[in-house]
């Protein structure tokens, strides 16, 4: 059973950074493109990040109101996956989910959240 | 960017009357549309892959159509589990979008 935890959300103040964590088990982790997608309070859906596999060539692309802000990583050893944040401005507040890739594109399985306050 | 808009915004239904949920496109995405199934306090679930496609698990009341720019999503006869807010999203371009979801709520 494919299984994704979040963690390492919180509160942090405007221009701080912050580093969630996805583990991630019941799955070749190496083998699967992975995503972050966000839902700020009250709003739709937003995928802000992904990586590709290294066979893929590891690349990542960005949403652009977080691109030069935030980096996605992958530790293929621990099979986990990491986003960077940094300059965190208000508007960043939502729940974070790591997402599995599906079909390059899709989102498959999801984490539970992990949510990040971003305030004074 | 792709720009998805669906409509309704929130569709009122009594328990086993059918639902039409729509997603229109900016521009079109082929038949790469997908749509997610949300409930508060839970991650969302993937229902329809590929315009038409039922992912793992979904009953056959759910069902999706369309390609270019109008695709439908279905519910034949909701159940109480079904009532909850949907999200199109396509993969044809990066960024990955959704639309701004339809609630389905019982009346």
């Known amino acids: 059973e494919v299984q994704l935890v979040e963690s390492g959300g919180g509160l942090v103040k405007p221009g701080g950074s912050l580093r969630l964590s996805c583990a991630a088990s019941?799955?070749?982790?190496?083998?699967?493109?992975m995503n972050w997608v966000r839902q700020a309070p009250g709003k739709g859906l937003e995928c802000v990040g992904r990586?590709?596999?290294?066979?893929?060539?590891?690349?990542?692309d960005y949403a652009a109101p977080v691109k030069d802000r935030f980096t996605v990583s992958r530790d293929d050893s621990r099979n986990t996956f990491y986003l960077q944040m940094s300059s965190l401005k208000t508007e960043d507040t939502a729940v974070y989910y790591c997402t599995t890739d599906f079909h390059r594109g899709y989102f498959g399985s999801w984490g539970q959240g992990s949510l990040v306050t971003v305030s004074s | 960017e792709i720009v998805l808009t669906q409509s309704p915004a929130t569709l009122s239904l009594s328990p086993g009357e059918r639902a039409t949920l729509s997603c229109r496109a900016s521009q079109s995405v082929n038949t790469y549309l997908a749509w997610y199934q949300k409930k508060p306090g839970q991650a969302p679930r993937l229902v329809i892959y590929?315009?038409?496609n039922r992912a793992t698990g979904i009953p056959a009341r759910f069902s999706g159509s369309g390609s270019g720019t109008d695709f439908t999503l279905t519910i034949s006869s909701p159940e109480p589990e079904d009532f909850a807010v949907y999200y199109c999203?396509?993969?044809?371009?990066?960024?990955?979008?959704f639309g701004g979801g339809t609630k389905v709520e019982i009346k």
């Open positions: 990586i590709k596999t290294k066979t893929d060539g590891g690349t990542t």
């Open positions: 999203q396509q993969r044809s371009n990066w960024p990955l979008t």
């Open positions: 019941g799955f070749t982790f190496s083998n699967v493109w």
């Open positions: 590929d315009a038409s």
